[in-house]
């Protein structure tokens, strides 16, 4: 592969995976509300602190895709960050299944939503794969 081809796939990679941590890093301070409710229960302290040190984690992560010079180990706090923020998505699933407020449609979402994680945790390994 050309340098110049893995430059193209690392920054549309990168691009991808920064546009979706920035976006959620921002809702986390623009509405936390929904994010405090699936902080696993487990954590030690408020949910407001897990939800602000997340999103913090998601726009500095998000940052450091966008340069070249970062990218790599960027990516690779992508990935860590996905893996590590998968039991809240296992957490919202669980307290939605046993709510019985929540549509059936919204419990299937829930669960439908968690396989996604995958797509995101691969992409953000071709930004480190390919970065320069």
Do not use: C
Not at 31 to 56: C, F, K, N
Not at 95 to 107: A, E, F, I, Q, T
């Amino acid at each position: 592969m050309s340098d110049e081809s893995a430059s193209a796939k690392s920054q549309k990679s990168a691009y991808l995976t920064a546009a979706l941590l920035g976006g959620s890093g921002v809702l986390h301070f623009a509405i936390p509300g929904p994010y405090d409710t699936i902080v696993p229960h487990a954590l030690p302290g408020e949910a407001r602190q897990w939800t602000y040190l997340s999103g913090v984690a998601e726009l500095a992560i998000a940052g450091g895709l966008l340069m070249p010079r970062t990218r790599k180990p960027a990516a690779l706090a992508a990935v860590g960050l996905l893996l590590g923020v998968f039991p809240a998505n296992i957490q919202m699933t669980v307290d939605w299944m046993s709510d019985p407020r929540k549509s059936k449609p919204l419990k299937a979402a829930s669960i439908a939503r968690l396989p996604l994680q995958i797509p995101m945790i691969t992409t953000a390994l071709k930004a480190y794969r390919n970065a320069p």
